[in-house]
């Protein structure tokens, strides 16, 4: 047998290197480089080679041409028709449905939900003969968990494994039409030392079942987890290697889950969907904006409402503050859902254009439910929120607003003002403030809902208080 390899791995992003070094140049992280011992190509005796099995009968039309140079002009450019997962939510996170062939890495902090996501998706996929690979838990507690979800069908086939040499066996044998890794840290292949969850065999596998989907048409999902640590060989080693990468995230003392696309060969990585979970696993929230909003506003301080857009979709969210004055020297600057840098930028706006003195005062923001919204467009909310529980004087219910503020106190202008108006307005919102600049391009008059278009952070403030 050849002599194994030796190579180095950034355990942070994946960067490789055929000498250690101390500081990554792809991510610049220092001390992240593992020594791993890389299967030797020539010899391909085991998971490799079986990677390239092909699955027979059930291999699809996508199944890539591999080795062969091809004109551009001979390739059908039409799509593959996607696998419909019967969940509208991961549907469109995956940019309508599941590519054939295609390889997906869905990531989440442990406990999260990855292994209720994917096994009740599976079980409502009759039409498709499905094999979900657990590494993690027995087959009694895979049952117990399926009743809990209330399906169960011909089709499922399940296998608790953790060799990834007894899995291509058995994927040989049964022919799945879908294949779910549950976890791809718990799996270990025989051409590497190391134990499983270890870089090496994190890559190795998902090498060897990257080349299994390509060649068989056959889509693999693979589940991984992240911890804030990042001990285990993280999903980051897998990105460079899978064709797309969901992750679910949420607080696990919120019931809202959000998967999130952070990479996508096949669509867009802009989108979201949104879960709650429930006894008997996880609902689709078709209508986020209903559930996040605090019913009962009138009379609260500190909440503002934006029209926010997260992907294609406008939904409303709550953005919570609280000031109050600071019991030490230095005051507390706390954001939840929300970049903290971005606070302090808006918060050092509001003491130099509107002249409120918030430097001896302690100031939290949150955003209602457990969401982590990135759209500029809750500056605005941010700030409103922030001076009304400042001077203790509520917001109007129906009022919302959406514009990103800039560092001389200019609110400037959103993308895709007219979906989040249509949105507002669809909620029974009668009054938003929106950037002046956005006006144009769009019939005003459509609306029912009363526009307040400002130029500055004080015109706004002026409107609303
Ligand atoms: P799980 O899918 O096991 O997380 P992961 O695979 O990401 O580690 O989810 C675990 C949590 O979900 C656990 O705390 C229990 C909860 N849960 C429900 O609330 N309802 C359900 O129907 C199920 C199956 C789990
Ligand atoms: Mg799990």
């Known amino acids: ?103 997906v890495l869905l990531g989440g902090e442990p406990g999260i939900g990855k292994s209720t996501l994917s096994l009740q998706t599976m079980l409502n996929m009759p039409e498709k003969k499905i094999l979900y690979v657990s590494g993690e838990e027995s087959a009694h507690q895979l049952k117990m968990r399926a009743e809990r979800l209330g399906g169960e069908n011909e089709n499922f086939l399940l296998l608790t494994e953790n060799s990834l040499e007894t899995i291509f066996d058995h994927i040989k044998e049964v022919q799945p039409e879908l294949i779910v890794i549950d976890s791809i840290q718990t799996i270990s292949t025989e051409d590497v030392e190391s134990s499983a969850g270890s870089i090496a065999q994190v890559r190795e596998c998902a090498s060897a079942l990257l080349r299994f989907a390509k060649t068989s048409g056959v889509p693999v999902i693979l589940i991984g987890h992240i911890t804030k640590e990042g001990t285990l060989a993280g999903p980051k080693i897998l990105e460079h290697i899978v064709d797309t990468v969901i992750q679910f995230e949420g607080d696990q003392h919120y019931m ?132 009304s529980s400042n001077v203790d004087t509520p917001i109007e219910s129906g009022w919302c607003m959406a514009g990103e503020v800039g560092l001389s106190g200019e609110v400037r202008p959103v993308n895709r003002i007219e979906q989040r108006i249509a949105e507002a307005e669809k909620l029974g919102f009668t009054d938003m ?16 809902i009363r526009l307040h278009p400002v130029r500055k952070v004080e015109e706004a403030l002026r409107a609303i208080f």
Not at 15 to 36: D, H, L, R, V, Y
Not at 73 to 80: F, V
Not at 288 to 308: K, V
Not at 433 to 444: A, C, R, T, V
Request: proline share 4%; hydrophobic share 40%.
């Open 256 to 387: 809202y889950r959000i998967l999130r696309s952070i990479k996508n060969r096949f669509g867009s990585t802009a989108e979201l969907g949104i879960y709650e979970m429930l006894q008997n696993g996880l609902r689709q929230v078709s209508n986020p904006s209903e559930l996040l909003l605090t019913q009962d506003r009138d009379g609260l301080s500190g909440i503002a409402i934006t029209s926010a857009i997260e992907g294609i979709r406008p939904f409303l969210v709550e953005t919570q503050a609280l000031v109050s004055t600071a019991a030490y020297g230095t005051p507390q600057r706390s954001a939840t859902g929300f970049d903290q840098r971005r606070l302090n930028m808006l918060l050092a706006v509001l003491e130099k254009r509107v002249g409120f003195k918030l430097a001896q005062k302690d100031v939290f923001v949150n955003i209602a439910g457990g969401l982590r919204v990135t759209d500029l467009a809750m500056d605005l909310s941010v700030i409103a929120a922030v001076l």
């Open 1 to 103: 047998m050849a002599k194994d390899k030796i190579a180095y791995v950034c355990s942070n992003c994946g960067q490789e290197s055929p000498k250690w070094i101390g500081k990554c140049p792809a991510c610049g992280q220092w001390n992240t480089f593992k020594e791993i011992k890389v299967a030797p190509s020539s010899t391909p005796k085991t998971a490799a080679a079986r990677g390239g099995l092909s699955a027979g009968t059930s291999a699809q039309s996508s199944a890539l041409h591999a080795g062969k140079v091809l004109r551009l002009r001979d390739i059908s450019s039409k799509d593959d028709p996607r696998i419909d997962m019967h969940d509208a939510e991961l549907n469109r996170v995956l940019g309508g449905g599941l590519v054939p062939g295609s390889i």
């Open 433 to 448: 403030i929106i950037p002046k600049y956005n006006l144009q391009g769009f019939d005003k008059n459509k609306y029912s």
